[in-house]
């Protein structure tokens, strides 16, 4: 098992509660994917170790809420690199692989990828992006014997909401599930080479109400219910 995030102190501590728990040591790469060549770090601490991927789960992402003619433009062109261009380096990059050890792929992407977003209008599209990329991969991917599973959840209470900028609302009380719960469905949904997973009943509702409704009815609704974050 490798683990990857930019913040070294939390990787070690998993780290020791995987080995406390009985598991075999992680590799732990600590690199900001943000940052140029972040992809190329990950797969050359894994050579070096002289390991093979079988799983690959994209799990690293981020939102910021606020118009986005007024939000900084690098920082949202960030969201772009780690929600979309890392996730596509490395489900692709490790692709060969994950063929080989007939392994696979679950990328997390988010109610947010059946809805245009105002207010958050970079995350929405870059899941929008994460829900069409992995269902395609999943085709190419399937018949060489991968599961590709993406994972859509709506509200889960973490540092996600403090860190694009909104405190949760009445949607989080209603319709979140815990991170522990997304976690176990979507490896179930893995296993069971589930093509998509969406935790929580209310969650499982909204792409059926979705289709009720013409886009411009959607686009208002979601116009006015960010706002009130505000």
Do not use: W
């Not at 790469?29 to 190329?40: F, R």
């Not at 815990?178 to 997973?197: E, H, P, T």
Request: aromatic share 8%; glycine share 10%; net charge positive.
């Amino acid at each position: 098992m490798a683990l990857v995030a930019r913040r070294e102190d939390r990787l070690t501590a998993l780290a020791g509660e995987i080995v406390a728990g009985g598991g075999a040591a992680p590799i732990v790469i600590a690199c900001d994917l943000t940052q140029m060549g972040a992809c190329d770090k990950i797969a050359d601490a894994l050579t070096a170790a002289g390991v093979e991927v079988e799983y690959v789960v994209n799990n690293a992402g981020f939102g910021l809420f606020g118009k986005a003619f007024q939000r900084d433009r690098a920082d949202q062109l960030d969201i772009i690199t780690v929600n979309v261009r890392v996730l596509t380096d490395l489900s692709l990059r490790f692709a060969d692989q994950l063929i080989r050890h007939r392994g696979g792929l679950l990328n997390i992407g988010s109610i947010a990828g059946f809805l245009p977003g105002p207010g958050m209008a970079v995350y929405y599209a870059s899941k929008a992006y994460v829900l069409s990329f992995t269902e395609a991969m999943r085709a190419e991917l399937a018949p060489r014997g991968v599961r590709v599973t993406v994972v859509c959840p709506g509200p889960v209470p973490s540092e996600f909401q403090a860190r694009a900028g909104f405190a949760p609302g009445f949607d989080s009380a209603i319709l979140n599930v815990s991170s522990a719960d997304v976690a176990r469905q979507a490896y179930d949904g893995l296993m069971a080479d589930k093509r998509a997973v969406l935790p929580g009943l209310g969650i499982k509702i909204v792409p059926f109400l979705l289709r009720l409704f013409p886009r411009s009815f959607i686009l208002a609704a979601v116009c006015r219910f960010q706002l009130r974050k505000n």
